[in-house]
């Protein structure tokens, strides 16, 4: 699955090892965790799955939005 990043600072935390930026490294190791759970899911089933990501529809005026 393809990640497209609003924030480079995201990005950045996302693709390099060193950097941390000013965020305690538990934080740091689970959204680095999360993201490449992220990347290996296959399609949006794989998401659903892992209760964790509370991944879901969106309802309402939100329905286009992922």
Sequence with gaps: MQIYFADRHLARLASEVQYTGRIPPGV????????????????????????????????GQRRHQH
């Design 28 to 59: 740091v190791k689970t959204y680095r965790k999360t993201i490449q759970l992220l990347r290996d899911a296959a399609d949006e089933r794989d998401l659903y799955a892992r209760r964790a990501l509370c991944y879901k529809r969106l309802k």
